[in-house]
């Protein structure tokens, strides 16, 4: 069974900076295409960075520069680390992958950036 649990969040004040991790179960995350979403208060869930395989990344503009996604292959583990925190950061982030046509969910983890 694909798990995914993500974890690291939590309050956090303007220009802090927090490391999410997604800690897969049930597949493995090496050359696996892996995303972090944002879902901001009211909002659409939205991709903020994506890695992909043979280590590729994709960051949405907003975050560019500021976020930095990687993984730990031994401990199936892919993390969002994200620097000089904006309160338009704030909100519920989840982590995503795609295994056989099925995509699957974390329960996600919410942070908040205070002024």
């Known amino acids: 069974q694909v798990q995914l649990v993500e974890s690291g969040g939590g309050l956090v004040q303007a220009g802090g900076s927090l490391r999410l991790s997604c800690v897969v179960s049930?597949?493995?995350?090496?050359?696996?295409?892996v995303g972090w979403y944002r879902q901001a208060p009211g909002k659409e869930r939205n991709l903020v960075a994506e890695?992909?395989?043979?280590?590729?990344?994709f960051y949405d503009a907003s975050v560019k520069g500021r976020f930095t996604i990687s993984r730990d292959n031994p401990k199936n583990t892919v993390y969002l680390e994200r620097n000089s925190l904006e309160p338009e950061d704030t909100g519920i982030f989840f982590c995503?992958?795609?295994?056989?046509?099925?995509?699957?969910w974390g329960q996600g983890t919410k942070v908040t950036v205070s002024l």
């Open positions: 049930g597949i493995t995350v090496t050359d696996r295409t």
């Open positions: 995503d992958t795609w295994q056989a046509g099925t995509g699957y």
């Open positions: 890695l992909r395989s043979k280590s590729d990344t």
